[in-house]
């Protein structure tokens, strides 16, 4: 808990801030999936989802993250999805954004396993021969995938 209260005092109100906006996006998507597609809660937890990353990491790198031409597919996806809930078609919606979700931060999984093997107890499951077979088979690939398109360029 010490480390957790040295770690906010060193940050800015305004990253503090921009942080809890998405925090509170995702809490709020959540709890609308939960209570059966809500359209406030999840057209709520949208804007705030966008908002608090347009303010963490600033609306030029913002933009320049959804117009990268490898985005593309995922920020159209999410956009049409953010609009099918706005005009509540919820379901499909939920789909699309989903998929554009998972698009877009597709090049942030290998970090994100990395900081989940070490977190104690998850860690040493995920450290089982089952799961540590699948994660080398699924980065073998994507390594053989990076070489090839290396290769034809």
Same mark, same amino acid.
Request: aromatic share 18%.
């Given at each position: 808990? %010490?480390?957790?209260?040295?770690?906010?005092?060193?940050?800015?109100?305004?990253? /503090?801030?921009?942080?809890?906006?998405?925090?509170?996006?995702?809490?709020?998507?959540?709890?609308?999936?939960?209570?059966?597609?809500?359209?406030?809660?999840?057209?709520?937890?949208?804007?705030?989802?966008?908002?608090?990353? %347009?303010?963490?990491?600033?609306?030029?790198?913002?933009? &320049?993250?959804?117009?990268?031409? &490898?985005?593309?597919?995922?920020?159209?996806?999410?956009?049409?999805?953010?609009? !099918?809930?706005? /005009?509540? @078609?919820?379901?499909?919606?939920?789909?699309?954004?989903?998929?554009? !979700?998972?698009? +877009?931060?597709?090049?942030? @999984?290998?970090?994100? %396993?990395?900081?989940?093997?070490?977190?104690? *107890? +998850?860690? @040493? /499951?995920?450290? &089982?021969? !089952?799961?540590?077979? *699948? #994660?080398? %088979?699924?980065? =073998?690939?994507? $390594?053989?995938?990076? $070489? #090839?398109? =290396?290769?034809?360029?």
């Amino acid at each position: 808990m %010490a480390s957790l209260f040295l770690i906010f005092s060193r940050l800015s109100p305004s990253s /503090i801030t921009s942080m809890n906006l998405t925090e509170f996006g995702v809490f709020f998507t959540f709890l609308g999936v939960v209570l059966l597609f809500d359209k406030g809660l999840l057209a709520m937890g949208n804007i705030l989802f966008l908002s608090g990353l %347009a303010l963490t990491i600033g609306l030029k790198s913002t933009l &320049q993250f959804f117009m990268k031409s &490898q985005n593309y597919k995922g920020t159209i996806s999410f956009g049409v999805g953010f609009f !099918f809930v706005l /005009i509540g @078609w919820l379901i499909l919606g939920m789909i699309l954004e989903s998929y554009g !979700f998972l698009v +877009l931060f597709s090049g942030f @999984w290998p970090t994100l %396993a990395v900081f989940v093997q070490r977190i104690p *107890v +998850l860690g @040493w /499951i995920l450290q &089982q021969p !089952f799961f540590k077979s *699948v #994660y080398n %088979a699924r980065s =073998e690939n994507l $390594i053989g995938k990076e $070489i #090839y398109h =290396e290769c034809i360029l």
